[in-house]
């Protein structure tokens, strides 16, 4: 436990496994992706206990609320002890709609689309 049980919230996502690292973390902050109780925060602000944070990854908003602190990285089972996931079910549909549907990645300087590829993206909704 941290005194007086407050944490950055760069070293908290890293701690309770929603980045990989906390340099990414660090970066979600920066660019806006994390609010705290509705306010945009810098990697740098305090959380408490009782917090609601929310974190945009992908256009998905998480929201979670803080039940506990710690600043060392925990295992993934034991993180239920610390956060609730209060991610709406509109979220994560978005999430699954995301996974059935592919993406379409093409190289860079080839050029424009042909018949075919334009067929493609349209059948998948990419372009109208």
Do not use: Q
Request: overall charge positive; charged content about 35%.
């Amino acid at each position: 436990m941290n005194k007086n049980n407050t944490i950055r919230i760069d070293k908290f996502l890293w701690a309770m496994r929603l980045c990989k690292t906390r340099k990414i973390a660090y970066h979600a902050c920066n660019k806006r992706k994390i609010k705290i109780n509705n306010i945009t925060s810098k990697a740098s602000r305090i959380i408490k206990i009782d917090d609601s944070i929310e974190y945009n990854k992908n256009n998905i908003i998480y929201k979670y609320k803080v039940l506990n602190i710690t600043g060392n990285r925990l295992p993934a089972k034991i993180v239920s002890e610390y956060i609730i996931d209060k991610t709406s079910e509109d979220e994560l549909s978005k999430l699954k709609i995301k996974n059935i549907y592919p993406t379409l990645i093409r190289e860079r300087g080839s050029g424009r689309p042909t018949k075919k590829e334009r067929r493609t993206l349209k059948k998948y909704k990419l372009i109208n």
